[in-house]
Nanobody, 122 residues
């Protein structure tokens, strides 16, 4: 198993930036495909971005392409989500997730963090 803890959320003005971090503890971090999900009030949780075990493959949901960048540092057991040009519609709770299978565009994940709130003001 792996335990995931997100940090870096907060309140930012539209057009601003935030970097989310997700620290992992437990089994070998490099063995996990990692993803970032978000859930806005009244909406279903959606996969925003994902990264393969060694970081060679990435996935982005269409609305964040060109604005968000996912990365990972396996030596630090951490995955990041750099969010630039933030919009009010990016407001949501952001969750870090991990899975032992590949298929980065699949939204089926085994392990979840508790989430961090991102609020973008207009």
């Amino acid at each position: 198993q792996v335990q995931l803890v997100e940090s870096g959320g907060g309140l930012v003005q539209g057009g601003g930036s935030l970097r989310l971090s997700c620290a992992a503890a437990g089994n070998t971090f490099s063995g996990y495909t990692m993803g970032w999900f978000r859930q806005a009030p009244g909406k279903e949780r959606e996969l925003v971005s994902a990264i393969s075990r060694q970081g060679y493959l990435t996935y982005y949901e269409d609305s964040v392409k060109g604005r968000f960048t996912i990365s990972r540092d396996n030596a630090k057991n951490t995955v990041y989500l750099q969010m630039n040009s933030l919009k009010p519609e990016d407001t949501a709770v952001y969750y870090c997730a991990g899975k032992t299978t590949s298929g980065i565009a699949s939204d089926s994940y085994e392990y979840w963090g508790r989430g961090t709130q991102v609020t973008v003001s207009s």
